[in-house]
């Protein structure tokens, strides 16, 4: 085979997500998946680093069986995510600790989170669609101190086997400061 011949069956393979060699093509969404997150191109970009593994148990809030991992990311930020029995993703979350009441995300932090959403759900959210979930929290929050976020979800969208999924964002004071969807979010 000629070299032309060699580089376009490589050309073939990398484009086809390297199927032919073995390769598997990394799933549409981590949600309602089996995925392991210190393993995503997300993780790895973002120096995510495992801190604590607590099995659920009955006194768990929303979910009493699987596992709760927590990841610190390179920039500080709190990455959890809620894995069921079987391994497969309920929930992701994204938080910012530390963070004043009244506080904001920044542009990186504004641009991580609608990364991080959009790894996480397969759908796409812009940075600004965050901004403007952190200011409509922001001003529910001036109303009432004990509101989290805003009444509407970032987004909302069934699964083809009619699971309801909802992405929301929270501000700090009620809760940390940040990002997060899944399953039978309220």
Known sequence: MSRHGLSALALAVLLSGGAAAGGATPPASWLGQRVDVAQTAFCRAQGCALV?????????????????????????????????????????????????????????????????????TGRRFPSQAVAQCVAAGLTAQRRNPDVYGPDQPLSQWSTPAGLPYKARCGVAGAGPLGVWAGWMQQ
């Open 52 to 120: 604590e593994v607590r099995e659920n148990s009955f006194n768990t809030p929303g979910w009493h069986d699987g596992t709760k991992r927590t990841y610190r990311l390179r920039g500080g930020e709190r990455l959890e995510v809620d894995v069921r029995p079987g391994g497969w993703i309920s929930n992701v979350f994204l938080l910012k600790d530390g963070a004043r009441l009244g506080s904001s995300l920044t542009l990186r932090e504004r641009r991580l989170a609608a990364e991080f959403l959009t790894l996480a």
